[in-house]
Protein backbone atom coordinates (compact mmCIF):
# COMPACT_ATOMS: atom_id res chain seq x y z
CA UNK A 1 0.00 0.00 0.00
CA UNK A 2 0.89 3.39 -0.86
CA UNK A 3 2.55 4.94 2.71
CA UNK A 4 0.47 8.01 2.07
CA UNK A 5 -2.57 6.41 1.51
CA UNK A 6 -2.23 4.25 4.73
CA UNK A 7 -1.44 7.44 6.63
CA UNK A 8 -4.50 9.35 5.63
CA UNK A 9 -6.26 6.28 6.29
CA UNK A 10 -5.14 6.54 10.29
CA UNK A 11 -5.83 10.18 10.66
CA UNK A 12 -9.77 10.34 8.20
CA UNK A 13 -11.58 10.36 11.61
CA UNK A 14 -9.51 13.68 12.42
CA UNK A 15 -9.65 15.65 9.56
CA UNK A 16 -11.17 19.02 11.24
CA UNK A 17 -8.40 18.41 13.58
CA UNK A 18 -5.28 20.62 14.05
CA UNK A 19 -2.30 18.63 12.33
CA UNK A 20 0.39 21.53 12.60
CA UNK A 21 1.14 24.40 14.16
CA UNK A 22 3.98 26.56 13.60
CA UNK A 23 5.82 28.85 15.64
CA UNK A 24 4.09 31.63 14.31
CA UNK A 25 0.67 29.98 15.23
CA UNK A 26 -0.27 29.38 11.77
CA UNK A 27 -2.31 25.74 11.71
CA UNK A 28 -2.68 24.15 8.94
CA UNK A 29 -5.64 21.03 9.77
CA UNK A 30 -5.57 17.01 8.70
CA UNK A 31 -8.07 18.34 6.02
CA UNK A 32 -5.49 20.90 5.13
CA UNK A 33 -2.63 18.84 4.89
CA UNK A 34 -4.95 16.47 2.24
CA UNK A 35 -5.61 19.28 0.23
CA UNK A 36 -1.92 20.52 0.09
CA UNK A 37 -0.53 17.04 -0.71
CA UNK A 38 -3.07 16.73 -3.62
CA UNK A 39 -1.90 20.02 -5.10
CA UNK A 40 1.69 18.89 -4.90
CA UNK A 41 1.48 15.32 -6.55
CA UNK A 42 -1.27 17.07 -8.89
CA UNK A 43 1.33 19.90 -9.83
CA UNK A 44 4.30 17.11 -10.24
CA UNK A 45 1.79 14.70 -11.77
CA UNK A 46 1.20 17.55 -14.44
CA UNK A 47 5.02 18.25 -15.29
CA UNK A 48 5.25 14.85 -16.88
CA UNK A 49 6.36 12.74 -13.66
CA UNK A 50 6.40 8.95 -14.00
CA UNK A 51 6.19 6.52 -11.02
CA UNK A 52 9.53 6.03 -9.76
CA UNK A 53 10.99 9.55 -10.99
CA UNK A 54 12.89 11.21 -8.05
CA UNK A 55 12.19 14.14 -6.68
CA UNK A 56 15.04 15.42 -4.82
CA UNK A 57 15.32 18.76 -2.47
CA UNK A 58 17.69 20.76 -0.41
CA UNK A 59 15.51 23.30 0.94
CA UNK A 60 14.85 25.16 4.52
CA UNK A 61 12.56 23.64 6.47
CA UNK A 62 8.84 24.82 6.37
CA UNK A 63 5.52 23.13 6.46
CA UNK A 64 5.42 23.11 3.00
CA UNK A 65 8.72 21.12 2.58
CA UNK A 66 7.19 18.56 4.48
CA UNK A 67 3.80 18.69 2.04
CA UNK A 68 6.12 18.01 -1.04
CA UNK A 69 7.68 14.86 1.26
CA UNK A 70 4.05 13.11 1.34
CA UNK A 71 2.88 14.94 -2.09
CA UNK A 72 5.74 12.85 -3.42
CA UNK A 73 4.80 9.91 -1.90
CA UNK A 74 1.17 9.83 -3.02
CA UNK A 75 2.16 10.46 -6.35
CA UNK A 76 4.00 6.91 -6.21
CA UNK A 77 7.41 9.56 -6.82
CA UNK A 78 11.01 8.59 -4.65
CA UNK A 79 11.50 11.58 -2.56
CA UNK A 80 15.71 12.76 -2.31
CA UNK A 81 15.74 14.90 0.75
CA UNK A 82 19.61 16.29 0.83
CA UNK A 83 21.65 17.87 3.69
CA UNK A 84 21.08 21.86 3.49
CA UNK A 85 24.87 22.23 4.43
CA UNK A 86 25.91 20.37 1.06
CA UNK A 87 27.85 22.58 -1.35
CA UNK A 88 27.87 22.26 -5.04
CA UNK A 89 30.32 19.49 -5.26
CA UNK A 90 28.23 17.24 -3.66
CA UNK A 91 25.02 18.78 -4.59
CA UNK A 92 26.66 17.83 -8.51
CA UNK A 93 27.69 13.83 -7.47
CA UNK A 94 24.04 13.57 -6.01
CA UNK A 95 21.95 14.93 -9.10
CA UNK A 96 24.33 12.53 -11.63
CA UNK A 97 23.44 9.43 -9.55
CA UNK A 98 20.15 9.68 -8.34
CA UNK A 99 19.20 11.51 -11.96
CA UNK A 100 16.08 13.74 -10.69
CA UNK A 101 13.70 14.93 -12.66
CA UNK A 102 12.87 17.88 -10.41
CA UNK A 103 15.32 19.45 -8.09
CA UNK A 104 14.09 22.15 -5.35
CA UNK A 105 16.42 24.26 -3.82
CA UNK A 106 16.28 27.19 -1.69
CA UNK A 107 15.86 30.86 -4.16
CA UNK A 108 18.91 32.08 -3.43
CA UNK A 109 20.52 28.91 -4.66
CA UNK A 110 19.30 28.67 -7.99
CA UNK A 111 21.12 30.21 -10.13
CA UNK A 112 24.08 28.26 -8.85
CA UNK A 113 22.25 25.22 -8.92
CA UNK A 114 20.88 25.77 -12.87
CA UNK A 115 24.53 24.56 -14.36
CA UNK A 116 24.98 21.36 -12.11
CA UNK A 117 20.87 20.52 -12.85
CA UNK A 118 21.05 20.83 -16.71
CA UNK A 119 24.18 18.82 -16.78
CA UNK A 120 22.45 15.99 -14.52
CA UNK A 121 19.36 15.88 -17.14
CA UNK A 122 17.45 17.54 -14.46
CA UNK A 123 13.85 18.31 -16.31
CA UNK A 124 12.41 20.99 -13.87
CA UNK A 125 14.46 23.12 -11.01
CA UNK A 126 11.64 24.62 -8.58
CA UNK A 127 12.50 27.07 -5.55
CA UNK A 128 10.86 26.67 -1.96
CA UNK A 129 12.39 29.30 0.78
CA UNK A 130 12.12 28.73 4.33
CA UNK A 131 9.03 31.19 4.77
CA UNK A 132 7.29 29.03 2.47
CA UNK A 133 7.62 31.05 -1.01
CA UNK A 134 8.96 29.92 -4.39
CA UNK A 135 8.42 28.73 -7.76
CA UNK A 136 7.10 25.33 -6.28
CA UNK A 137 4.36 27.12 -3.91
CA UNK A 138 3.22 29.27 -6.99
CA UNK A 139 2.65 26.35 -8.93
CA UNK A 140 1.02 23.96 -6.20
CA UNK A 141 -1.09 27.08 -5.53
CA UNK A 142 -2.88 26.47 -8.84
CA UNK A 143 -3.27 23.02 -8.70
CA UNK A 144 -5.70 20.10 -8.33
CA UNK A 145 -6.94 20.10 -4.53
CA UNK A 146 -7.88 16.51 -5.31
CA UNK A 147 -5.68 13.55 -6.00
CA UNK A 148 -6.03 9.53 -6.32
CA UNK A 149 -3.27 8.03 -4.75
CA UNK A 150 -1.04 6.07 -6.81
CA UNK A 151 -0.94 2.34 -5.85
CA UNK A 152 2.72 0.75 -4.61
CA UNK A 153 3.47 -2.69 -3.53
CA UNK A 154 4.96 -2.65 -0.24
CA UNK A 155 8.41 -2.88 -2.08
CA UNK A 156 7.67 0.29 -4.04
CA UNK A 157 10.65 2.33 -3.93
CA UNK A 158 9.32 5.59 -1.49
CA UNK A 159 12.75 7.39 -0.53
CA UNK A 160 16.63 7.56 -1.39
CA UNK A 161 18.25 8.66 2.11
CA UNK A 162 22.03 8.63 1.08
CA UNK A 163 24.52 7.90 3.81
CA UNK A 164 27.74 9.74 4.82
CA UNK A 165 30.04 8.23 2.96
CA UNK A 166 32.62 8.22 5.49
CA UNK A 167 34.49 5.64 3.55
CA UNK A 168 33.88 6.24 0.36
CA UNK A 169 31.34 7.79 -2.41
CA UNK A 170 27.61 8.23 -0.45
CA UNK A 171 25.49 5.68 -1.28
CA UNK A 172 21.66 5.81 -1.65
CA UNK A 173 19.14 3.61 0.66
CA UNK A 174 16.68 2.62 -1.09
CA UNK A 175 13.68 2.95 1.57
CA UNK A 176 10.20 1.37 0.54
CA UNK A 177 6.68 2.15 1.35
CA UNK A 178 6.39 -1.00 2.96
CA UNK A 179 9.84 -0.32 5.15
CA UNK A 180 8.28 3.21 5.98
CA UNK A 181 4.38 1.80 7.07
CA UNK A 182 5.88 -0.91 9.53
CA UNK A 183 8.56 1.30 11.35
CA UNK A 184 5.59 3.91 11.65
CA UNK A 185 2.75 1.20 13.08
CA UNK A 186 5.74 -0.17 15.48
CA UNK A 187 6.99 3.17 16.39
CA UNK A 188 3.28 4.64 17.30
CA UNK A 189 2.55 1.09 19.61
CA UNK A 190 5.68 0.93 21.18
CA UNK A 191 5.82 4.64 21.86
CA UNK A 192 2.09 4.70 22.99
CA UNK A 193 1.50 7.40 20.76
CA UNK A 194 -2.96 8.44 20.68
CA UNK A 195 -4.78 11.70 19.00
CA UNK A 196 -4.12 13.35 22.55
CA UNK A 197 -0.38 13.83 21.72
CA UNK A 198 1.35 16.99 20.99
CA UNK A 199 5.42 16.25 19.48
CA UNK A 200 7.87 19.12 19.31
CA UNK A 201 9.31 19.18 16.67
CA UNK A 202 12.50 20.94 16.28
CA UNK A 203 14.79 18.33 13.99
CA UNK A 204 15.97 18.68 10.63
CA UNK A 205 14.06 16.92 8.24
CA UNK A 206 16.81 16.04 5.58
CA UNK A 207 16.93 12.99 7.93
CA UNK A 208 15.38 9.90 8.91
CA UNK A 209 15.14 11.33 12.24
CA UNK A 210 12.96 14.36 11.71
CA UNK A 211 11.26 13.03 8.17
CA UNK A 212 10.18 9.48 9.53
CA UNK A 213 10.94 8.75 12.74
CA UNK A 214 9.07 12.32 14.33
CA UNK A 215 6.24 12.57 11.48
CA UNK A 216 4.94 9.36 10.56
CA UNK A 217 3.94 8.03 14.18
CA UNK A 218 1.88 11.30 14.37
CA UNK A 219 0.26 10.80 11.21
CA UNK A 220 -0.38 7.53 12.22
CA UNK A 221 -2.67 8.61 15.73
CA UNK A 222 -3.91 11.16 14.44
CA UNK A 223 -1.51 13.52 16.99
CA UNK A 224 -0.20 17.15 16.98
CA UNK A 225 3.23 18.70 15.14
CA UNK A 226 4.17 21.66 17.45
CA UNK A 227 7.10 22.79 14.44
CA UNK A 228 10.14 25.11 15.02
CA UNK A 229 11.63 25.51 11.86
CA UNK A 230 15.12 25.09 14.61
CA UNK A 231 16.01 24.42 17.43
CA UNK A 232 15.99 26.50 19.87
CA UNK A 233 16.34 25.35 23.77
CA UNK A 234 14.15 28.77 24.97
CA UNK A 235 11.68 27.99 22.57
CA UNK A 236 11.05 24.19 22.69
CA UNK A 237 11.41 24.54 26.77
CA UNK A 238 8.41 27.28 25.76
CA UNK A 239 6.25 24.71 24.26
CA UNK A 240 6.47 22.11 26.77
CA UNK A 241 3.84 23.02 28.72
CA UNK A 242 1.42 22.73 25.40
CA UNK A 243 3.01 18.81 24.60
CA UNK A 244 3.61 15.64 25.52
CA UNK A 245 6.49 14.20 23.81
CA UNK A 246 10.20 15.41 22.29
CA UNK A 247 12.16 13.70 20.16
CA UNK A 248 15.79 14.83 20.05
CA UNK A 249 19.35 14.19 19.84
CA UNK A 250 21.41 14.25 22.80
CA UNK A 251 22.68 18.35 21.84
CA UNK A 252 19.33 19.21 22.57
CA UNK A 253 19.05 17.67 25.53
CA UNK A 254 22.78 19.09 26.68
CA UNK A 255 21.70 22.53 25.72
CA UNK A 256 18.25 22.46 27.52
CA UNK A 257 20.13 21.73 30.55
CA UNK A 258 21.80 24.91 30.48
CA UNK A 259 18.42 26.88 30.58
CA UNK A 260 17.76 28.10 34.25
CA UNK A 261 13.76 27.27 33.76
CA UNK A 262 14.21 23.61 32.73
CA UNK A 263 12.42 21.84 35.99
CA UNK A 264 10.33 19.40 37.23
CA UNK A 265 7.13 22.35 36.66
CA UNK A 266 8.11 22.92 33.30
CA UNK A 267 7.95 19.30 32.18
CA UNK A 268 5.27 18.05 34.33
CA UNK A 269 3.02 17.83 31.33
CA UNK A 270 5.33 15.62 29.23
CA UNK A 271 5.23 11.66 29.13
CA UNK A 272 7.96 11.39 26.69
CA UNK A 273 11.70 12.34 25.95
CA UNK A 274 13.51 10.30 23.17
CA UNK A 275 16.88 10.78 22.25
CA UNK A 276 18.88 9.29 18.96
CA UNK A 277 20.89 9.80 16.60
CA UNK A 278 24.17 10.21 18.35
CA UNK A 279 25.30 8.73 22.01
CA UNK A 280 23.75 9.98 24.97
CA UNK A 281 25.95 10.48 27.50
CA UNK A 282 25.50 9.22 31.28
CA UNK A 283 25.67 12.41 33.00
CA UNK A 284 23.47 13.84 30.42
CA UNK A 285 20.99 10.66 31.19
CA UNK A 286 21.25 11.39 34.99
CA UNK A 287 21.29 14.81 35.19
CA UNK A 288 18.31 15.17 33.23
CA UNK A 289 16.22 12.49 35.51
CA UNK A 290 17.71 14.88 38.19
CA UNK A 291 16.04 17.88 36.86
CA UNK A 292 12.73 16.58 35.36
CA UNK A 293 11.63 13.71 37.09
CA UNK A 294 12.33 12.00 33.70
CA UNK A 295 14.00 9.71 32.08
CA UNK A 296 15.37 9.70 28.36
CA UNK A 297 14.07 7.11 26.19
CA UNK A 298 17.22 5.70 24.15
CA UNK A 299 16.90 4.15 20.71
CA UNK A 300 19.08 3.14 17.92
CA UNK A 301 18.37 3.59 14.31
CA UNK A 302 19.80 3.91 10.76
CA UNK A 303 19.57 5.46 7.54
CA UNK A 304 18.83 1.81 5.83
CA UNK A 305 16.58 0.70 8.47
CA UNK A 306 14.70 3.49 10.76
CA UNK A 307 14.53 1.91 13.58
CA UNK A 308 16.01 -1.04 15.06
CA UNK A 309 15.64 -0.95 18.98
CA UNK A 310 13.99 1.37 21.69
CA UNK A 311 14.20 1.36 25.36
CA UNK A 312 11.09 0.20 26.97
CA UNK A 313 8.29 2.83 27.42
CA UNK A 314 7.37 0.62 30.61
CA UNK A 315 9.89 -0.47 32.49
CA UNK A 316 13.35 0.12 32.96
CA UNK A 317 14.97 2.70 30.20
CA UNK A 318 18.91 1.73 30.92
CA UNK A 319 21.34 4.90 30.45
CA UNK A 320 24.03 3.52 27.98
CA UNK A 321 22.03 1.00 25.84
CA UNK A 322 19.53 0.92 23.27
CA UNK A 323 16.92 -1.20 24.48
CA UNK A 324 15.35 -4.33 22.77
CA UNK A 325 14.50 -5.02 19.01
CA UNK A 326 11.06 -3.28 18.24
CA UNK A 327 8.31 -5.95 17.10
CA UNK A 328 9.16 -7.98 13.96
CA UNK A 329 12.33 -6.62 13.62
CA UNK A 330 15.39 -9.19 14.68
CA UNK A 331 18.81 -8.39 15.78
CA UNK A 332 21.86 -10.81 16.19
CA UNK A 333 25.63 -9.64 17.39
CA UNK A 334 28.04 -11.74 15.57
CA UNK A 335 31.84 -12.69 15.71
CA UNK A 336 33.79 -14.69 12.82
CA UNK A 337 31.63 -16.43 10.36
CA UNK A 338 28.59 -14.92 11.32
CA UNK A 339 28.75 -16.79 14.70
CA UNK A 340 25.96 -15.55 17.46
CA UNK A 341 27.44 -14.43 20.47
CA UNK A 342 26.51 -14.32 23.55
CA UNK A 343 26.15 -11.78 26.70
CA UNK A 344 29.38 -9.41 27.04
CA UNK A 345 31.08 -10.30 23.82
CA UNK A 346 31.31 -7.52 21.72
CA UNK A 347 30.44 -8.39 17.53
CA UNK A 348 28.96 -7.25 14.55
CA UNK A 349 24.81 -6.14 14.71
CA UNK A 350 22.94 -7.60 12.08
CA UNK A 351 19.69 -7.61 11.47
CA UNK A 352 16.61 -8.51 9.09
CA UNK A 353 12.87 -7.58 9.80
CA UNK A 354 10.42 -5.60 7.48
CA UNK A 355 11.34 -2.19 8.55
CA UNK A 356 15.44 -3.01 6.22
CA UNK A 357 16.08 -1.17 3.04
CA UNK A 358 15.73 -2.77 -0.15
CA UNK A 359 19.45 -2.15 -1.45
CA UNK A 360 21.74 0.49 -2.66
CA UNK A 361 20.48 2.99 -5.72
CA UNK A 362 22.08 1.20 -8.75
CA UNK A 363 25.35 -0.37 -6.13
CA UNK A 364 23.90 -4.16 -7.10
CA UNK A 365 27.31 -5.34 -6.27
CA UNK A 366 27.40 -3.36 -2.90
CA UNK A 367 24.00 -4.36 -1.53
CA UNK A 368 24.95 -7.88 -1.44
CA UNK A 369 28.29 -7.02 0.07
CA UNK A 370 26.18 -5.78 3.01
CA UNK A 371 23.62 -8.81 3.16
CA UNK A 372 24.45 -11.88 4.68
CA UNK A 373 24.50 -15.44 2.83
CA UNK A 374 20.67 -15.79 4.99
CA UNK A 375 19.39 -12.15 4.17
CA UNK A 376 20.95 -10.01 7.34
CA UNK A 377 22.20 -7.21 6.84
CA UNK A 378 25.34 -6.00 8.27
CA UNK A 379 24.28 -2.71 10.35
CA UNK A 380 28.39 -2.03 10.41
CA UNK A 381 27.56 -1.21 14.37
CA UNK A 382 29.81 -3.05 17.23
CA UNK A 383 27.83 -3.58 20.29
CA UNK A 384 26.74 -6.47 22.56
CA UNK A 385 24.06 -8.16 24.44
CA UNK A 386 23.69 -7.36 28.86
CA UNK A 387 22.53 -10.43 30.46
CA UNK A 388 18.79 -9.55 30.39
CA UNK A 389 18.58 -8.46 26.55
CA UNK A 390 19.58 -4.83 26.45
CA UNK A 391 21.75 -4.10 23.38
CA UNK A 392 24.38 -1.45 23.67
CA UNK A 393 26.33 0.12 20.54
CA UNK A 394 29.91 -0.46 21.67
CA UNK A 395 31.17 1.80 17.88
CA UNK A 396 31.31 1.32 14.34
CA UNK A 397 33.17 -1.54 12.70
CA UNK A 398 35.18 1.42 10.97
CA UNK A 399 36.30 2.82 14.29
CA UNK A 400 37.64 -0.29 15.39
CA UNK A 401 41.56 0.30 16.81
CA UNK A 402 44.07 -2.37 16.39
CA UNK A 403 46.93 -1.59 18.56
CA UNK A 404 49.27 -4.06 19.15
CA UNK A 405 47.86 -7.23 17.65
CA UNK A 406 44.70 -6.43 20.22
CA UNK A 407 41.34 -5.24 19.21
CA UNK A 408 40.28 -1.86 21.03
CA UNK A 409 36.43 -0.81 20.91
CA UNK A 410 36.58 3.01 21.56
CA UNK A 411 33.41 3.34 23.18
CA UNK A 412 34.61 1.44 26.20
CA UNK A 413 37.53 4.03 26.87
CA UNK A 414 35.13 6.78 26.14
CA UNK A 415 32.90 5.72 28.94
CA UNK A 416 35.85 5.66 31.33
CA UNK A 417 36.83 8.91 30.46
CA UNK A 418 33.50 10.66 30.28
CA UNK A 419 33.41 9.53 34.37
CA UNK A 420 36.36 11.42 35.39
CA UNK A 421 35.32 14.38 37.01
CA UNK A 422 35.76 17.78 34.86
CA UNK A 423 35.27 15.95 31.56
CA UNK A 424 32.25 16.89 29.36
CA UNK A 425 32.76 14.43 26.81
CA UNK A 426 35.34 12.68 24.79
CA UNK A 427 35.75 10.23 21.25
CA UNK A 428 38.78 7.77 20.92
CA UNK A 429 40.02 7.20 17.42
CA UNK A 430 43.39 5.56 16.41
CA UNK A 431 45.68 7.19 14.28
CA UNK A 432 49.16 5.33 13.09
CA UNK A 433 51.50 4.66 14.99
CA UNK A 434 55.42 3.43 13.73
CA UNK A 435 54.92 0.60 16.66
CA UNK A 436 51.65 -0.38 17.68
CA UNK A 437 49.81 -0.24 14.00
CA UNK A 438 47.37 2.38 15.87
CA UNK A 439 47.85 4.47 18.51
CA UNK A 440 44.94 4.30 20.97
CA UNK A 441 44.15 8.52 21.34
CA UNK A 442 41.92 10.21 22.89
CA UNK A 443 40.54 13.88 22.57
CA UNK A 444 38.66 15.59 25.83
CA UNK A 445 36.67 18.20 25.70
CA UNK A 446 37.00 19.65 29.86
CA UNK A 447 35.21 21.72 31.52
CA UNK A 448 36.33 25.45 31.66
CA UNK A 449 37.11 25.10 35.34
CA UNK A 450 38.81 22.11 35.00
CA UNK A 451 42.71 21.71 35.86
CA UNK A 452 42.65 18.23 33.83
CA UNK A 453 46.14 17.12 32.67
CA UNK A 454 47.03 14.53 29.92
CA UNK A 455 48.46 12.55 32.80
CA UNK A 456 45.43 12.56 35.13
CA UNK A 457 43.39 10.66 32.53
CA UNK A 458 45.37 8.32 31.64
CA UNK A 459 46.21 7.67 34.95
CA UNK A 460 42.30 7.37 35.31
CA UNK A 461 41.91 4.83 32.65
CA UNK A 462 44.79 2.77 33.28
CA UNK A 463 43.51 2.25 36.79
CA UNK A 464 40.03 0.49 35.12
CA UNK A 465 40.67 -1.04 32.02
CA UNK A 466 43.85 -2.67 30.03
CA UNK A 467 46.77 -1.48 29.41
CA UNK A 468 46.73 -2.04 25.72
CA UNK A 469 43.17 -0.25 25.56
CA UNK A 470 44.61 2.68 27.26
CA UNK A 471 45.32 5.89 25.43
CA UNK A 472 48.83 6.70 24.38
CA UNK A 473 47.80 10.30 23.75
CA UNK A 474 45.01 12.62 25.15
CA UNK A 475 44.15 16.11 23.35
CA UNK A 476 42.18 18.60 24.67
CA UNK A 477 39.45 20.03 22.31
CA UNK A 478 36.92 22.75 22.46
CA UNK A 479 34.70 20.95 20.98
CA UNK A 480 34.40 17.44 18.56
CA UNK A 481 33.74 18.03 14.87
CA UNK A 482 30.22 16.75 14.58
CA UNK A 483 27.58 16.39 11.51
CA UNK A 484 23.78 18.21 11.25
CA UNK A 485 22.46 15.64 13.70
CA UNK A 486 25.26 15.37 16.55
CA UNK A 487 27.24 12.37 15.55
CA UNK A 488 31.27 12.96 15.99
CA UNK A 489 32.64 12.75 12.39
CA UNK A 490 35.57 10.21 13.66
CA UNK A 491 37.44 10.10 10.56
CA UNK A 492 37.80 14.13 10.39
CA UNK A 493 38.70 14.00 13.68
CA UNK A 494 41.50 10.88 13.12
CA UNK A 495 42.84 13.16 10.08
CA UNK A 496 42.80 16.50 12.62
CA UNK A 497 45.22 14.18 15.34
CA UNK A 498 47.12 12.69 12.75
CA UNK A 499 48.34 15.82 11.48
CA UNK A 500 48.47 17.68 14.82
CA UNK A 501 50.83 14.85 15.91
CA UNK A 502 52.75 15.15 12.66
CA UNK A 503 53.25 18.48 13.08
Known sequence: MNAYTCFAGAFAVRRSEIFLEDERGTVWTYAELDRETA??????????????????????????????????????????????????GEIAYFLED?????????PARAEGYAGLARRAGVLHLLTLGGDGGGTLTDGVREAAEEFRD???????????????????????AMVT????TSNAAALKDYWRFTERDVLIHALPVFHVHGLFVAVHPVLLAGARLLFQRRFDPKAVLGAMPRATALMGVPTFYVRLLAEPGLSRE????????????APLLLDTFAEWQ??????????????????ITSNPYEGERRGGTVGFPLPGVSVRVVGAYDRPLGAGEPGAVQIRGPNVFAGYWRMPEKTREEFTADAWFKTGDVGQWSEDGYLSIVGRAKDLIISGGYNVYPKEIELVIDAIPG??????VGIPHPDFGEAVTAAVVRQDEAALTEADVIARVKAEIAGYKVPKLVRFVDELPRNAMGKVQKGLLREQLARERML
Open 266 to 277: AAQGMRLFVSGS
Open 177 to 180: HGNL
Open 39 to 88: RVASFLTGLGLGRGDRVAAQIEKSPQGLFLYLGALRAGFAYLPLNTAYQK
Open 423 to 428: VVESAV
Open 98 to 106: AEPAVFVCD
Open 150 to 172: APMSADGLAVIIYTSGTTGRSKG
Open 290 to 307: SRTAHTILERYGMSEAGM
